[in-house]
């Protein structure tokens, strides 16, 4: 059971190029979500899903794209990298309790380093 | 919108103190609470989670508390050591899927 698992660990693009994050849980997981951690700050969420195929915006959505076509995998598409994405991207997992007051926990993977020059 | 507030943003105290980092949001009709360490350039480590219905909880040296209707929570680290020193974060879970806001954190420094 490996958890949450993000690819790659660290990438360097220049402005104007794309690349995707890749983030897969082996959790059978409902609800995935992308963050991202500027220095010296908390996380801020980009966009969730609450499963496949239901996608939506957090408080940073601009300049990003997800999908979610199966319950493991939730990438995150970065079209046109700007300076202001430089930022370490935490994707994380969880899951709703059945009956009663629901809670979650939300497990987190190790996160991806990304600086755009 | 949920505001997550982390005061104070920086603590350093000699080894073997006992401290209190506080967590204070905005918004009380919360799911949960979530408290995490993180350690430079790493991941997140979850330390404790207190449900919107309990008080507290404990693991080893921490206690976490939680005051729904003031908004805030406390994480209280006992007899703390020097590999205690990090970044503790607080995040509120509110909203559909439950997504997290976070504070800012308290960088902690425990001195040998």
């Known amino acids: 059971n490996a958890g949450v698992t993000q690819t790659p660990k660290f990438r360097i693009l220049k402005i104007g190029q794309s690349m995707t994050l890749q983030c897969t849980q082996d959790?059978?997981?409902?609800?995935m979500y992308w963050y991202r951690q500027d220095p010296g700050m908390g996380l801020k969420l980009i966009y969730y899903s609450v499963g496949a195929g239901i996608t939506d915006k957090g408080e940073v959505p601009n300049g990003y794209n997800v999908s979610r076509s199966t319950t493991e995998d939730f990438p995150l598409r970065l079209e046109l990298a700007a300076p202001s994405q430089t930022s370490v991207y935490f994707c994380a997992s969880s899951y709703p309790l059945a009956g009663g007051n629901t809670y979650n926990e939300q497990f987190f993977g190790p996160g991806t380093r990304l600086t755009v020059l | 919108k949920q505001e997550v507030t982390q005061i104070p943003a920086a603590l350093s105290v000699p080894e073997g103190e006992n401290l209190v980092l506080n967590c204070s949001f905005t918004?009380?009709?919360?799911?949960?609470l979530q408290w995490f360490r993180q350690d430079p350039g790493k991941g997140l480590t979850s330390l404790l989670l207190i449900q919107s219905s309990q008080r507290e909880q404990t693991s080893g040296r921490l206690n976490a508390s939680l005051d729904k209707s003031s908004g805030r929570s406390t994480l209280y680290i006992a007899a703390s050591q020097p590999g205690d020193s990090a970044t503790y974060l607080c995040?509120?879970?509110?909203?559909?899927?439950?997504?997290?806001?976070f504070g800012s954190g308290t960088q902690l420094t425990v001195l040998p």
């Open positions: 995040a509120a879970s509110l909203g559909s899927a439950r997504q997290l806001t």
């Open positions: 918004d009380s009709a919360i799911y949960n």
């Open positions: 959790m059978n997981h409902n609800y």
